[in-house]
């Protein structure tokens, strides 16, 4: 059997979601398959189930706070049959038949089954043939890593996808990883109640945030009781009595009764011929695209997560959007200058644009400012936990090239510093304008003027 179509999308994820969406009512057809559930792994696995956790986390070390701000008693007890049931309740017990009859209304017709790319136009789904007139987008994922630790196949493990099911709180839990999904359910289940370990291979946690990111967050992980362990070397994986033993190189072991991997993610290819295709792929594993295009080969688009440039559910929203308009004719570039990231613990990080390291290494003439979130007006209202803000400035330019936020609601302060970066705003524009006292990005305000400051004394300098 053979049908055609003007588009094939291969993955139901937030990017094949977007694309179904711009492309409703321009008159070309649409082929989606998906293999798993249409909505992909934020829906399901990650984003929404996982801050659902950390929803209910957060209430309760609220609620312990209040015999701090509000009150000499506080009594609770955790019921973790609450806490799953909401989790359920928000990703629809992995029922996607509204997510997939939404595509459906707007005109694409759904393929279950993995998708089989045969070559620049051709996808198999089982023993249907495919073919797409116009283009094919892949927009397949990634999927959990599992690192290469001896013993590590002989035991049972968690990723992201069984720790935001888990009906049970296991009494301790080991982590191998501390990226965003390691030190976020970490935080979660420690406030629930489970012993928490956190094991990091490299020297610091939270590898690509600022280094006063990851040591702010460190530092009030183990003030929560959270042991947090870097630089090891992990020798092997064994079961224990109680569940799981991790070995390390220097002799000592972490015993728990259960174990998440969270270190990284792998592209899923599995059914996409690279070569018959004409498609390459990064150092990384993941498909070759033109940044600015995100055309992998000949008639091929390749979205979101699987083409490495960002790991992130609004990446992948942007990357469908913007493929639907060339598709419809109206070709943008893709700005990648000033892509988002949040981390949900608490406090929370959110970054944009370059560290300071990565701006000096690309040659940029580079200020910093740094100020303490917990010695402002808003943050000594609000109490703990603080945090930090940094503002990273190319001198020559006179703008923001990064910034990081340690703080309560840093995802929410973000959009102002990704708009700066990305419409390149003069620092002098920023300091003058005026920010909402006392609400948290007052702090900008101050932050903005001492970048001028040091711009215009970078600049004397220089010219003297």
């Known amino acids: 059997m053979e049908e055609s179509f003007d588009i094939i999308c291969i993955g139901a994820g937030p990017a094949g979601e977007a694309l179904t969406s711009d492309l409703a009512g321009s008159g070309l057809t649409l082929a989606v398959v998906e293999k798993a559930l249409v909505g992909g792994e934020c829906a399901y696995y990650g984003c929404m189930p996982s801050k659902t956790l950390l929803r209910s986390a957060e209430v309760i070390a609220e609620a312990g706070r209040a015999r701090e701000l509000a009150a000499s008693r506080v009594e609770w007890a955790v019921d973790f049959h609450k806490v799953h049931a909401r989790v359920a309740w928000m990703t629809r017990d992995l029922d996607d038949t509204r997510s997939a009859r939404a595509l459906e209304d707007e005109g694409a017709k759904v ?99 600022e280094p006063e990111a990851g040591a702010f967050l460190s530092a009030r992980l183990t003030r929560e009781g959270i042991k947090v362990q870097t630089g090891v070397t992990i020798q092997g994986v064994q079961r224990d009595a109680g569940g799981i033993r991790v070995n390390l190189a220097d002799g000592t072991s972490h015993a728990g009764t259960r174990l998440l991997i969270a270190a990284g993610r792998r592209p899923n290819l599995d059914g996409i011929d690279l070569q018959a295709a004409g498609i390459s792929k990064t150092p990384r594993g993941m498909i070759q695209v033109d940044p600015k295009t995100l055309r992998a080969g000949d ?165 003297g």
């Open 111 to 209: 393929f279950r089954g993995e998708g089989r790319l045969l070559g620049p136009r051709t996808v198999m789904v089982g023993e249907q043939r495919l073919t797409a007139r116009r283009s094919v987008v892949i927009a397949t994922g990634t999927a959990p890593s599992a690192p290469p630790i001896p013993g590590l196949d002989t035991v049972s493990f968690w990723t992201n996808r069984e720790a935001v099911h888990a009906t049970e709180l296991p009494e301790t839990l080991v982590i191998i990883g501390s990226g965003a999904v390691g030190v976020e359910l970490g935080q979660a289940f420690a406030r629930l109640g489970s012993k928490v370990t956190i094991l990091e291979m490299a020297s610091r946690i939270m590898q690509a945030e």
């Open 299 to 463: 008639g091929i688009y390749a979205v979101g997560d699987i083409n490495g440039l960002g790991g992130f559910t609004h990446l992948a929203d942007y990357h469908g959007r913007l493929v639907a308009h060339a598709l419809r004719g109206r070709p943008a570039v893709a700005d990648h200058a000033a892509v988002p990231r949040v981390t949900f613990t608490d406090p929370e990080i959110g970054s944009v644009g370059m560290t300071e390291q990565q701006a000096r290494a690309a040659g940029t003439a580079v200020e910093t400012v740094s100020q303490d979130v917990g010695h402002t007006g808003r943050g000594y209202i609000h109490g703990e936990p603080g945090g930090v803000i940094k503002l990273v400035a190319d001198t020559d330019h006179d703008i923001l090239v990064g910034a990081t936020i340690v703080s309560p609601r840093a995802g929410e302060m973000l959009s102002e510093l990704t708009m700066a970066i990305k419409l390149r705003i003069p620092v002098e524009v920023l300091s003058d304008t005026i920010h909402p006292f006392p609400s948290f990005s007052r702090v900008f305000q101050g932050m903005f003027a001492e970048l001028v400051k040091k711009v215009g004394a970078r600049r004397r300098v220089t010219v």
